[in-house]
């Protein structure tokens, strides 16, 4: 038997950025990486993709995002801003998809452009998967705007749209070049899309630190009011804690252990079921639910344990 072996390894790195007013002329973070990651000469496109959600809440946004990049060196904003719709309308249609890679092609964005994605999770999903596709990969940014997305999505390195009627059918895992968290955002958040999104903080919190767990209880009130300080730093420890997971062992998955995972199995197939009636962050409360009393019942789990578990997902 004759055969070559190939093996090489690949070093990904990108930094999750916490700011207040992401696009306010005074706040230099983003075009400050922008100007970190030139290369001199080389005229870097930029596209962005935002969420109509957004758009409405933050009608100068658009407004905002020329202002703030004209007269970066070396970088060209496309004038055309793509505006989808928010949720997962967005990557259940196919369209919405092909909406971006039919800009890409247009504008003739390359591997020295950036595709920019601004919104909730579903966006940052069609966004990501579109720009991991594309030229066989754009560098990607993305800037979350619900709770979730800061939680959990928009920091980690998966993206995909539904197909055959089932979530995430087709997607990839890569990385973006850097994510921005801009708290602003979160402040026109409805209640239901601000406390569901802290069920992400509670699985992380459940299988990595219970230290952040006893926090959460300590703190539930105080996040249900809107506390943007308590909110701050939970989304902060909940990202800290899902970077340091996806940067273990296997971060792309491979293997069969997925405890990111947690209460996640029923949580999809709720969504589904439901029509996406039920938001993300909700059915993955309902499957931490399901999961918990589970096990509990199985001998796994003490009752005391569970009623913790459960009064929490109550209380926010």
Same mark, same amino acid.
């Given at each position: 038997?004759?055969?070559?072996?190939? *093996?090489? +390894?690949?070093?990904?790195?990108?930094?999750?950025?916490? %700011? %207040?007013?992401?696009?306010?002329?005074?706040?230099?973070?983003?075009?400050?990486?922008?100007?970190?990651?030139?290369?001199?000469?080389?005229?870097?496109?930029?596209?962005?993709?935002?969420? +109509?959600?957004?758009?409405?809440?933050?009608?100068?946004?658009? $407004?905002?995002?020329?202002?703030?990049?004209?007269?970066?060196?070396?970088?060209?904003?496309?004038?055309?801003?793509?505006?989808?719709?928010?949720?997962? *309308?967005?990557? +259940?249609?196919?369209?919405?998809?092909?909406?971006?890679?039919?800009?890409?092609?247009?504008? =003739?964005?390359?591997?020295?452009?950036?595709?920019?994605?601004?919104?909730?999770?579903?966006?940052?999903?069609?966004?990501?998967?579109?720009?991991?596709?594309?030229? &066989?990969?754009?560098?990607?940014?993305?800037?979350?705007?619900?709770?979730?997305?800061?939680?959990? $999505? =928009?920091?980690?390195?998966?993206?995909?749209?539904?197909?055959?009627?089932?979530?995430?059918?087709?997607?990839?895992?890569?990385?973006?070049?850097?994510?921005? +968290?801009?708290?602003?955002? !979160?402040?026109?958040?409805?209640?239901?899309?601000?406390?569901?999104?802290?069920?992400?903080?509670?699985?992380?919190? !459940?299988?990595?630190?219970?230290?952040?767990?006893?926090?959460?209880?300590?703190?539930?009130?105080?996040? *249900?009011? &809107?506390?943007?300080?308590?909110?701050?730093?939970?989304?902060?420890?909940?990202?800290?804690?899902?970077?340091?997971?996806?940067? =273990?062992?296997?971060?792309?998955?491979?293997? $069969?252990?997925?405890? !990111?995972?947690?209460?996640?199995? /029923?949580?999809?197939?709720?969504?589904?079921? /439901?029509?996406?009636?039920?938001?993300?962050?909700?059915?993955?409360?309902?499957?931490?639910?399901?999961?918990?009393?589970? /096990?509990?019942?199985?001998?796994?789990?003490?009752?005391?344990?569970?009623?913790?578990?459960?009064?929490?997902?109550?209380?926010?």
């Amino acid at each position: 038997m004759d055969f070559l072996r190939q *093996v090489f +390894n690949i070093r990904f790195e990108y930094k999750v950025f916490f %700011t %207040t007013g992401l696009f306010d002329g005074k706040n230099d973070v983003f075009r400050s990486f922008l100007r970190e990651s030139r290369n001199a000469g080389v005229v870097r496109k930029i596209l962005f993709v935002v969420d +109509n959600g957004l758009v409405l809440h933050h009608p100068d946004l658009i $407004s905002q995002i020329k202002s703030y990049l004209s007269g970066v060196p070396d970088i060209l904003l496309v004038e055309e801003i793509l505006i989808l719709p928010g949720g997962e *309308v967005t990557k +259940n249609h196919p369209e919405h998809f092909e909406k971006i890679l039919a800009a890409v092609h247009h504008h =003739g964005i390359d591997r020295h452009s950036f595709l920019v994605a601004i919104g909730g999770g579903s966006v940052l999903d069609v966004a990501g998967y579109a720009a991991a596709v594309a030229h &066989r990969g754009i560098r990607h940014i993305r800037i979350p705007t619900t709770v979730l997305s800061q939680n959990d $999505s =928009g920091v980690g390195v998966k993206n995909g749209i539904n197909y055959f009627n089932k979530k995430n059918f087709l997607g990839a895992f890569t990385p973006p070049v850097a994510v921005f +968290n801009d708290n602003n955002f !979160l402040t026109t958040l409805d209640d239901a899309e601000w406390r569901s999104g802290i069920s992400e903080a509670i699985k992380v919190a !459940l299988i990595k630190d219970a230290a952040f767990f006893s926090w959460l209880e300590k703190n539930a009130e105080r996040m *249900v009011r &809107r506390d943007m300080d308590v909110m701050q730093y939970q989304i902060k420890r909940c990202a800290e804690l899902h970077l340091q997971h996806i940067a =273990g062992v296997d971060p792309f998955e491979s293997g $069969s252990s997925r405890p !990111l995972d947690f209460g996640h199995w /029923s949580a999809h197939k709720l969504e589904q079921l /439901s029509a996406f009636t039920i938001r993300h962050g909700e059915a993955v409360a309902i499957g931490i639910a399901l999961d918990t009393v589970y /096990s509990f019942l199985s001998g796994r789990l003490k009752e005391a344990s569970l009623k913790r578990v459960l009064q929490l997902i109550k209380n926010l």
